[in-house]
């Protein structure tokens, strides 16, 4: 018989299972992901594959809180902020703070920035404090003036109303017509109130005190 060779090859092999890791995030406007420098603004699971390794991201992202409350102060927190009149669109110089004490009557909103991605507020119409009675040119009386809730609007003309609370909240509208008409507070707490009349393009504000 021939010789006969047997030739043996010996294979080291070492099986390496796959892993997968999630990890969960809730992010404010818009989030970085540190393992691939992307950033992202959708609520989504986004992944990124290393060899037998993946790593999944599963990230919420929550809207900007761009609500205000009070004399205008912003809810959101840890942000940056510019406040806006409303009337041409422009940002008010200097107002960069979350609070905003307004001087003039008119409307305001704010745009909040949180993490690069920015939000509106509404436009939130005020009467700025301490604005005083106005002695009407249009022959409108409102009396009595303390009240402990009803008030008499008397006019000549059909108006627009619209009342305030001391911090230049709005509390209700309604429109009035020639004559004497009621304007009912009783239900509101006892303080200052701001009275807007409007005819056409004549206002007049005057500062009541339900007692």
């Known amino acids: 018989m021939p010789n006969e060779f047997v030739v043996t090859e010996k294979?080291?092999?070492?099986i390496t299972l796959s892993t997968t890791s999630t990890t969960t995030i809730s992010a404010i406007g818009s989030y970085t992901w540190a393992l691939n420098n992307v950033n992202y603004t959708i609520s989504?699971?986004?992944?990124?594959?290393?060899?037998?390794?993946?790593?999944?991201?599963a990230l919420t992202i929550?809207?900007?809180d761009n609500t205000t409350i009070g004399v205008?102060?912003?809810?959101?927190?840890?942000?940056?902020?510019?406040?806006?009149?409303c009337g041409n669109n422009q940002p008010i110089a200097g107002e960069t703070n979350q609070s905003f004490t307004q001087t003039?009557?008119?409307?305001?909103?704010?745009?909040?920035?949180?993490?690069?991605?920015s939000s509106l507020s509404a436009c939130v119409n005020v009467i700025p404090l301490g604005?005083?009675?106005?002695?009407?040119?249009?022959?409108?009386?409102l009396y009595p003036n303390p009240s402990k809730g009803t008030f008499y609007l008397k006019s000549p003309f059909d108006l627009e109303v619209a009342v305030y609370n001391d911090l230049g909240q709005f509390i209700l509208s309604q429109k009035s017509f020639t004559g004497v008409n009621v304007l009912d507070l009783s239900m509101n707490?006892?303080?200052?109130?701001f009275i807007r009349v409007i005819?056409?393009?004549n206002v007049n504000t005057y500062k009541v005190i339900k007692n």
């Open 72 to 85: 205008l102060t912003a809810n959101a927190t840890d942000a940056t902020y510019q406040w806006i009149d």
């Open 199 to 201: 005819e056409a393009s």
């Open 189 to 193: 707490a006892s303080g200052i109130y």
């Open 131 to 141: 604005v005083k009675n106005e002695n009407s040119k249009l022959g409108i009386q």
């Open 11 to 14: 294979l080291d092999l070492t």
């Open 62 to 64: 929550l809207p900007i």
């Open 104 to 117: 003039a009557l008119g409307d305001y909103q704010v745009a909040i920035t949180v993490n690069g991605v």
């Open 44 to 57: 989504d699971n986004y992944s990124v594959v290393n060899g037998c390794d993946t790593q999944i991201l």
